[in-house]
């Protein structure tokens, strides 16, 4: 598999690049001018900020390959960006590519439907003092799942802190009258996301035929990748 990485010098692309290449697949760079050489390319993997994943898209477009993005905190240009190749090639945009983190999400999906509305609901997420978004995607994601699921439910209420290289933690803190609930992930090493991210490119790129242009969700892969998670 030929990968074209957008952020491939950041924290998140050197661990893509690394595994990637452990891995034995092919990475080609894409620069920040958004020009890249060669001829055949099987999927774009982006880790970058807003300007790199509009180049990102540009280029799944030109070569008419599946995209795959991690980058969180877009704006309105990269979002629209999103979009557009979303109308000529498969897109998966999530804000967390970590098994674990899809599984939590789906717990909380169940658990929220039959949470009363006299719960409320906490967000703490934890990351290194170099991120720059607060709350983070997944802790918004998490709030989306709980909004979605409660009955009635409040606002949620985020926290969030910055500090060292902590890779991510999360917890969700279901609270009611005598009881709460609380659900966390915590990332030991960026290696996860990365995996994650790989393993949905190899799947992309393995069902590419069968695959309509648009945005997939994980729970879409799911179905493509013949049940289960999209990991595997």
Same mark, same amino acid.
């Given at each position: 598999?030929?990968?074209?990485?957008?952020?491939?010098?950041?924290?998140?692309?050197?661990? !893509?690049?690394? =595994? *990637?290449?452990?891995?034995?697949?092919? =990475? !080609?760079? %894409?620069?920040?001018?958004?020009?890249? $050489?060669?001829?055949?390319? $099987?999927?774009?993997?982006?880790?970058?900020?807003?300007?790199? +994943?509009?180049?990102?898209?540009?280029?799944?477009? /030109?070569?008419?390959?599946?995209?795959?993005?991690?980058?969180?905190?877009?704006? $309105?240009?990269?979002? +629209?960006?999103?979009? @557009?190749?979303?109308?000529?090639?498969?897109?998966?945009?999530?804000?967390?590519?970590?098994?674990?983190?899809?599984?939590?999400?789906? #717990?909380? &999906?169940?658990? /929220?439907?039959? %949470?009363?509305?006299?719960?409320? /609901?906490?967000?703490?997420?934890?990351?290194?003092?170099?991120?720059? &978004?607060?709350?983070?995607? +997944?802790?918004?994601?998490? *709030?989306?799942?709980?909004?979605?699921?409660?009955?009635?439910?409040?606002?949620?209420?985020?926290?969030?802190?910055?500090?060292?290289?902590?890779?991510?933690?999360?917890?969700?803190?279901?609270?009611?009258?005598? @009881?709460?609930?609380? %659900? +966390?992930?915590?990332?030991? &090493?960026?290696?996860?996301? #990365?995996?994650?991210? %790989?393993?949905? /490119?190899?799947?992309? !790129?393995?069902?590419?035929?069968?695959?309509?242009?648009?945005?997939?969700?994980?729970?879409?892969?799911?179905?493509?990748?013949?049940?289960?998670?999209?990991?595997?």
């Amino acid at each position: 598999m030929k990968i074209l990485l957008c952020g491939s010098t950041g924290r998140m692309g050197s661990v !893509v690049r690394r =595994i *990637a290449e452990e891995k034995g697949h092919g =990475i !080609v760079p %894409l620069p920040r001018t958004g020009t890249w $050489d060669a001829a055949e390319l $099987d999927v774009a993997i982006d880790f970058s900020q807003s300007a790199g +994943t509009i180049a990102a898209a540009k280029a799944a477009m /030109a070569k008419n390959i599946p995209l795959i993005s991690g980058t969180t905190s877009l704006d $309105d240009a990269a979002r +629209t960006a999103i979009a @557009e190749a979303a109308v000529q090639v498969p897109v998966v945009q999530e804000s967390n590519f970590s098994l674990g983190v899809y599984l939590l999400m789906r #717990a909380l &999906d169940a658990m /929220a439907k039959d %949470l009363p509305q006299e719960f409320s /609901a906490d967000v703490l997420e934890m990351h290194h003092r170099h991120k720059r &978004d607060a709350p983070s995607g +997944t802790a918004k994601e998490l *709030a989306k799942i709980i909004g979605q699921g409660m009955h009635n439910a409040g606002p949620v209420n985020f926290h969030s802190i910055r500090g060292g290289e902590i890779c991510g933690i999360h917890e969700v803190r279901l609270i009611g009258e005598g @009881e709460w609930i609380s %659900l +966390t992930h915590s990332a030991l &090493d960026r290696s996860i996301y #990365a995996n994650g991210a %790989l393993r949905i /490119a190899e799947l992309l !790129v393995r069902h590419r035929r069968e695959m309509a242009p648009g945005r997939y969700g994980l729970e879409e892969l799911c179905h493509i990748g013949g049940g289960g998670t999209p990991f595997f």
